[in-house]
């Protein structure tokens, strides 16, 4: 069985190892959503990954929702992230950028007061963080209803997820991966409890699999399979989704993404004992692993040993590290030697400028 230190070609992109840097959302771009330079010194901090997937970028205005998260649908964004992708590439690495929508987790204070859009006319549990009103300190804020999309939109959304990919390219990205996990709104469209559309795109798993496969396929068709990856998140509820047929609807999900024929596919599914969330039904990534036959990541609060275990076990191809990669910079070479780990300032993972974001030490 590969070693996690093993080499693997994830469609066109030759990865040294096989452990990823998980998509961080991280906070450093502008107000308008433009990257920033501090950030390149943080991915090329990380380029001995096997590879990078870049925090969560906006296809659209519409489509982001975060407070000081990057975008990639305008020229100032897309060349803004030229020189971090060159920074990452000059310092060895590889990094494709996470294309995403947030669908009703998009509150209307991003939208000039018009409501997010979703598969159907829902609201997102808990409250979100916007930008401070000038005479308000206050920056949290419930979700409001989102209104459902129309299907004479579906192409206007597909048109964004392909302008956002050709502008990656044209950044130097290594390509995309479709953020479609996490109750997002490809997430949104595919299960069972946020969607209630009586079209084409609701009621029956082929249905709710639909967007998923006409997003990938758009995106597939523009910039090509070898450089297209898909996250999905076979987990119970996250941020208010949650499906009544998980291992039937991402059975399905991953057939589709295989017949498609993408670079790779990356799942977030936590485990028992794990730090964001306990499963409420047993694991779904062994059917899908039968369903999809190219590379497959798992993302679940790993760390060296259990991750060569489902190596070993065959359930996965690579392991992908999120907040362990976030605070050890080097952890391809802290693992390998099993060195100790940095701990983690979660207080700071979001606050924007240095601390806590490039001045995690390499090990000595």
Request: no cysteine; aromatic share 8%.
């Amino acid at each position: 069985m590969p070693s996690l230190f093993d080499p693997i070609q994830l469609g066109a992109i030759h990865a040294p190892n096989r452990m990823l840097m998980a998509p961080l959302t991280r906070g450093r771009a502008t107000r308008a959503h433009v990257p920033t330079p501090i950030m390149a010194d943080y991915y090329a901090q990380r380029a001995s990954a096997g590879l990078i997937i870049s925090e969560a970028t906006g296809i659209s205005r519409q489509g982001l929702g975060w407070a000081y998260a990057p975008g990639l649908w305008n020229e100032a964004q897309t060349d803004a992230w030229k020189p971090i992708v060159e920074a990452v590439h000059e310092a060895g690495g590889r990094i494709v950028a996470q294309l995403w929508h947030m669908g009703r987790l998009v509150h209307s204070d991003f939208l000039d007061g018009a409501k997010p859009v979703s598969a159907s006319a829902t609201t997102a549990p808990g409250t979100v963080r916007t930008y401070p009103a000038e005479d308000s300190g206050e920056i949290r804020r419930p979700y409001g209803e989102a209104r459902p999309l129309r299907t004479d939109e579906i192409p206007g959304i597909l048109d964004d997820y392909a302008h956002a990919a050709r502008n990656a390219i044209r950044a130097g990205f290594d390509g995309v991966q479709i953020h479609a996990a996490n109750g997002y709104l490809i997430d949104q469209f595919l299960r069972d409890n946020s969607n209630f559309r009586d079209d084409g795109y609701g009621g029956t798993i082929p249905n709710r699999v639909r967007l998923l496969r006409e997003v990938t396929q758009r995106v597939v068709d523009t910039i090509g399979g070898t450089r297209t990856g898909v996250r999905l998140s076979p987990n119970g509820e996250v941020q208010g989704v949650n499906d009544s047929s998980p291992h039937a609807l991402f059975e399905a999900a991953a057939a589709t993404l295989d017949a498609i024929g993408i670079a790779f596919l990356e799942l977030r599914e936590p485990r028992a004992g794990g730090t964001r969330g306990l499963p409420d039904h047993p694991p779904v990534h062994p059917v899908m692993r039968k369903a999809f036959k190219g590379p497959l990541a798992l993302n679940a609060d790993y760390l060296r040993d259990d991750a060569q275990a489902a190596l070993d076990a065959g359930e996965a191809d690579a392991i992908a590290f999120g907040r362990t990669f976030l605070a050890n910079p080097d952890l391809p070479h802290r693992l390998r030697e099993r060195l100790p780990l940095n701990p983690q300032r979660e207080d700071l993972f979001y606050i924007g400028g240095a601390e806590g974001y490039t001045d995690y030490p390499a090990a000595v």
